[in-house]
Structures are given as structure tokens and as C-alpha cells.
């Protein structure tokens, strides 16, 4: 099998309304788009790792940390903009530089809670399994969603009035959007990170949980320092 040329890439704009500067809060010492980076370079199957922001602060971080660095424009960077847009954003711009990946590894920066081995694991689960791409998602045993309805609480995957053993109920997974594994030319031309066969890596439960608002931070600090994740 011939390796394949990973490069991982990190969105990370600078709006954030729930945090102010949360890419570049500090977690564990470090600030949290650091942790990304980290991971990504410390992953034996990564070439390089970029940083696409409109930010200039997050820009500098990320070249501290070691991360080649991309320029987005602002339009594409907004609280409506997709990190869809900031991938194809990336992958146009290493092209005009003649760097042509054949994985990308599309990185969330508010999941600090992983390691460089679930990255190197995940691809190569998509090499041998042949994947068009991958997410990471997190299993869940025995669990019920709902819904508000216009009058009542609703299910939305069981009947309530028929419940199966839990011998009986069917794994699910909860993707966590702590990355994605794509081909550069399938998320071109489809304008999503996922298509054709998709493969799902499974996480730690633990690995689960990203940030959104102050109490997440200190959550992820916690578990990182817990289980020897803060170094």
C-alpha cells in the first residue's frame, strides 16, 4: 500500500460569540488551538499541519506552535460561514503553492480532548477499509433521543410504549466533530466533508466532549489532566 500524502488542516476564525478568543484560550497551559496542532504534528502519518484563520492573533499562535499558516478572507469566515468553506478555501490556496494532498484531515480546534494515535489510527482504518471519508464519533450504549413537540415530549428513534432489551438495541454513534478524514476533490466537488463510503472512528467517550462555553472549558481541562492528556 503506498502512503498517502495527510495533511491536516485547522479553521479557526477569530468571531466567537459564547468565548471570546476561544481558540486562544489558554487550556492546560496552552492555548486550545495549540492542542490541535500538537496532535497533528506528533501523528506519524501527517505531513504538515495549516492553520486557516482571518484572525492575525490566531495566525501568530499557530506559527508558534509550528503550524503553516493560510489567510482567510473575511467573507469566509463569518458566524454563517461552513468549515466546508474554509477547507476548499485551504486546498485552493496549498494548490496554487503545488502542494497536492490526497488526504485531508479536517481538525476541529475546540476538541482538545484526543491524541496524535487517534489520528494516525483513523487513517489508516480509511486505507484499509477504502473510505471516500471518515468522521469521528463517539459509541453510545442504550440511549433514547427526544424531542419538544407542539404539545408533548416526543421520540424520535424508539417507542417508548415497546422498549427493546438493551440486548437488542443497535449501536449508535454520536459524531463529535473532533475531525474528519476527506479526499481534496470529493469535498470540491460535493461542497461537504462527507461522501461516497463513509467510515466512522471510534473514540473514547471521554474524548467526546468539545467547547463551546466557559463551563466546557473547564470540563475538558479536568478530563485532560485526569487522564494524562495535559502534556
Known sequence: MIKPKVIAVIP???GSK???KKNIMP???????AWSI???????QIESVWVTSDDLEILD???EYGAETIQRPSHLAGDASSSEAAWIHAIQ????????PDLIVGMQATSPIRGADDLDLAIFQFMAEELD?????????????????????????????NRKPRQEIRTKYLENGSFYIFKPENI???INRLSGKIGIYAMEKYKMFQIDNPADAILCEVIMRGYGLDS
Open 12 to 14: 479557526a476564525r477569530g
Open 18 to 20: 459564547g468565548i471570546p
Open 27 to 33: 487550556i492546560c497551559d496552552k492555548p486550545l488551538l
Open 38 to 44: 500538537l496532535h497533528a504534528k506528533n501523528a506519524t
Open 61 to 63: 499562535v499557530a506559527k
Open 93 to 100: 490556496h496549498m494548490k496554487q503553492q503545488k502542494i497536492n
Open 133 to 161: 471519508s471518515l468522521l469521528a464519533a463517539t459509541e453510545v450504549d442504550d440511549y433514547f433521543s427526544w424531542r419538544i413537540g407542539s404539545t408533548n415530549a416526543e421520540p424520535i428513534d424508539h417507542d417508548f410504549k
Open 188 to 190: 470540491r466537488k460535493n
